[in-house]
Antibody, heavy 117, light 110 residues
Framework: QVQLVESGGGLVKPGGSLRLSCAASGFTFSNSYMSWIRQAPGKGLEWVSYISSSGTTVYYSDSVKGRFTISRDNAKNSLYLQMNSLRAEDTALYYC??????????WGKGTTVTVSS | QSALTQPPSASGSPGQSVTISCTGTSSDVDSYNYVSWYQQHPGKAPKLMIYEVSKRPSGVPDRFSGSKSDNTASLTVSGLQAEDEADYYCSSYGGSNNLVFGGGTKLTVL
């Protein structure tokens, strides 16, 4: 079945780095646009980043631009989010999702990132 | 990019209809027919309920419907059922390669 499974979350100190992964299965990953969306504890959803099917086009929210890097490996059916210079406000549950025309039709269960000293 | 504005809560009795609003600006909701709605139960991932203002994905009951007028989008849930109790989020393309979400509405089935 169509599935996205995130991993790589954890506890990191402010200023530290973390790399999230998202493994896709059950659909043609290489033809799919993908995004990362996060949800701070008890808060709403926030779009973080987008990547085109080939990986040549990427976009970021202003809150993470210059600190986060989205990438993908279509041979491995995998999506990544490299997060550097992490701040307390980056603490959230991070979801990867398949995007189609500005809506997310498949979501993973998320991986938790906690930034704290 | 500012978040879209949703009421924090909404409620209705079983069988009734409830409408949740999502107010944006001329730069997002009013400019694009790319409004989506997501349902999120506690501890679960969001689920797409409506896309492109009023389209329903396969498997979503037709009790859920979406509409838009100017800078305000709406989600209507008809024939409320207990399992509809959840948080609902709207989103819209905001131009400049940006996607914005609403703050969420907690729907309570009385």
């Amino acid at each position: 079945q169509v599935q996205l499974v995130e991993s790589g979350g954890g506890l990191v100190k402010p200023g530290g780095s973390l790399r999230l992964s998202c493994a896709a299965s059950g659909f043609t990953f290489s033809n799919s646009y993908m995004s990362w969306i996060r949800q701070a504890p008890g808060k709403g959803l926030e779009w973080v980043s987008y990547i085109s099917s080939s990986g040549t086009t990427v976009y970021y929210s202003d809150s993470v631009k210059g600190r986060f890097t989205i990438s993908r490996d279509n041979a491995k059916n995998s999506l990544y989010l490299q997060m550097n210079s992490l701040r307390a406000e980056d603490t959230a549950l991070y979801y990867c999702a398949r995007e189609r025309d500005y809506h997310m039709d498949v979501w993973g269960k998320g991986t938790t990132v906690t930034v704290s000293s | 990019q500012s978040a879209l504005t949703q009421p924090p809560s909404a409620s209705g009795s079983p069988g009734q209809s409830v409408t949740i609003s999502c107010t944006g600006t001329s730069s997002d909701v009013d400019s694009y027919n790319y409004v989506s709605w997501y349902q999120q139960h506690p501890g679960k991932a969001p689920k797409l309920m409506i896309y492109e203002v009023s389209k329903r994905p396969s498997g979503v009951p037709d009790r859920f419907s979406g509409s838009k007028s100017d800078n305000t989008a709406s989600l209507t849930v008809s024939g409320l059922q207990a399992e509809d109790e959840a948080d609902y989020y709207c989103s819209s393309y905001g131009g400049s390669n940006n996607l914005v979400f609403g703050g969420g509405t907690k729907l309570t089935v009385l």
